[in-house]
């Protein structure tokens, strides 16, 4: 039986495992912390085909500048003397035109239906997977006219795409949640999305690999590499070495410095995002939605709880949390819900996380060309949960040596040279 060592533990890394083990394979996961804390627990629970936009889109760079002195602002880069980050920040600005959005809509699009198709037809027809998924649709609430032009030709390109998308006028938008008052012009309902409660699907995947026979390695992160004959043959880690027939690297927000060491350059960058949770929510909604101006998502999760989340702050994973972001979120919150009146919590009800960034705003996935034997999944950015299932599947089909379900040229390793 062929050895498959993994590194990363998030949704990307354990879904690899998942499939791996089901192809047969002795699958070993490695984990820097204890597979508990990184970005697959803090996020607001989507797994959204809408989400064919790419982060790298044209203005996004210059309303980039504008935010950077607001303390508050949802998108944010960090200024600093890095040659990576000046790297990432050339190629991120060159990729954010028109025509790149165009270009990466099929190919997202074609990578969340596969994930969601897995999801609900492979993983949770499983009893085991209790995750409180409801595949009920997604609001996109706007309040001007700008983003309700923008929205109505979002939703001809969603009908282009063949994705089940709606305009909704405000009273549609207001009917469908009759619990509270929304300031807003309209929204696209987005029926094709579905969310989940991620902190429990984490917990579930964790504990059906190990029933499996999955060893899950927690605090051990990867050192270096022996190679041999073009192929990875051990991974040293802290603690041990692994030997390895084939080695996945899904290592989210470290993965550029990983991916040095076998001599592949990756343009990524963290990006922290922040989330709180209210449990028993005296605040109800009927769905998820995405508030386009704030920047900011709301989530309705596990019967009882509700999750808001955002920003996105591209810095590095030493830098202290800003937790002035959250307050931002909540502010967001309020320009939309004007009923929610949040109160700041204290830091140790917050939680933040490190979003793997790719510089065109599209995750790589594929083998790298100097060792046959390794397969990269990263750079997913916010949507690593819904992308999850379906990358851990392409990541199995890529190690066995078969035809991928979907296209993988454009999330090519190696597509920046």
Not at 124 to 132: E, H, L, N, T, Y
Not at 243 to 256: I, P, Q
């Amino acid at each position: 039986m062929e050895n498959v060592i993994v590194a990363g533990g998030g949704i990307i890394g354990l879904s690899s495992a998942y499939y791996l083990q089901q192809a047969g394979y002795n699958v070993t996961v490695l984990d820097r912390s204890d597979f508990l804390d990184n970005c697959s627990y803090g996020n607001c629970g989507y797994v959204c085909p809408s989400h064919f936009i790419p982060l790298a889109t044209p203005g996004i760079v210059k309303q980039g500048l504008k935010w950077m002195l607001n303390s508050q602002s949802p998108f944010y880069v960090q200024p600093r003397l890095s040659r990576s980050l000046i790297d990432w920040g050339l190629k991120f600005m060159k990729s954010a035109t028109k025509e790149h959005v165009e270009r990466s809509a099929v190919p997202l699009r074609d990578i969340a239906l596969l994930s969601q198709q897995e999801y609900e037809q492979a993983w949770f027809k499983q009893p085991v997977f209790d995750v409180a998924y409801e595949h009920k649709g997604l609001l996109e609430i706007f309040q001007t006219p700008e983003a309700a032009e923008h929205a109505h030709h979002t939703v001809e390109k969603a009908h282009d795409l063949g994705l089940d998308a709606t305009l909704l006028n405000y009273d549609e938008m207001q009917a469908r949640e009759p619990h509270t008052r929304i300031n807003g012009l309209g929204a696209i309902f987005f029926k094709c999305d579905a969310h989940l409660y991620p902190n429990r699907l984490m917990q579930v995947l964790i504990g059906l690999l190990r029933e499996r026979g999955v060893n899950l390695v927690p605090n051990e992160e990867v050192l270096r590499f022996e190679t041999a004959n073009g192929a990875v043959r051990r991974v040293i880690t802290s603690k041990h070495a692994y030997t390895a027939d084939a080695v996945v690297l899904a290592t989210g927000s470290w993965s550029r410095e990983v991916a040095a060491q076998l001599g592949t350059k990756l343009p990524l960058m963290p990006g922290r995002g922040y989330s709180i949770t209210l449990e028993n929510s005296p605040y109800h909604v009927n769905y998820p939605a995405i508030l386009v101006e704030g920047r900011a998502a709301i989530t309705p999760m596990d019967g009882n709880k509700i999750r808001f989340g955002g920003t996105m702050e591209i810095t590095s994973t030493s830098t202290p949390p800003r937790y002035s972001r959250v307050q931002g979120i909540l502010n967001a919150v309020r320009r939309f819900f004007p009923e929610f009146d949040v109160p700041m919590p204290p830091a140790e009800k917050i939680w933040y996380g490190y979003r793997p960034c790719s510089a065109d705003g599209l995750p790589f996935i594929g083998r790298i060309s100097k060792y046959d034997n390794v397969v990269v999944a990263t750079g997913h950015s916010m949507l690593g949960l819904s992308l999850g299932a379906g990358t851990g599947k392409l990541v199995s089909e890529l190690v066995g040596r078969k035809t991928t379900s979907i296209d993988l040229k454009p999330f090519e390793v190696e597509r920046f040279g």
